[in-house]
């Protein structure tokens, strides 16, 4: 599997970090998350939470909101839970995980 980190417009770093799991309830200011930094790694804080597996990240060229892809988890059924393309117009967003999944699914055990 492939992650993505970019620097944004405000210049700062951006990771996300996946769950550590199909679905479970862990730290979730250390996972299931997207965080930034400053380059030399000061200054480290959560944009999103709830954001189960982020492979890809972009910014809005005029808007300069955060797009990214969530993959959704396993073992719903063939066709649930949809992967997602979110956009986070400001930091402190949750979308949701493991409490629900694609916006609308709630998760069996946790939801």
Known sequence: GAKFIAFGPDDKLYVPQGAPCNVCLK???????I???NPDGSHYEVVARGVRNSVGLAWHPATHELWF???????????????ELNRAP?????FGFPYCHAGTVADPEFG
């Open 27 to 33: 730290d979730r200011d250390r996972y299931a998350m």
């Open 35 to 37: 965080g930034r930094m």
């Open 69 to 83: 892809t969530d993959n959704g988890r396993d073992l719903l059924g063939d066709d649930l839970p949809d992967d």
């Open 90 to 94: 400001r930091t402190g967003l949750d």
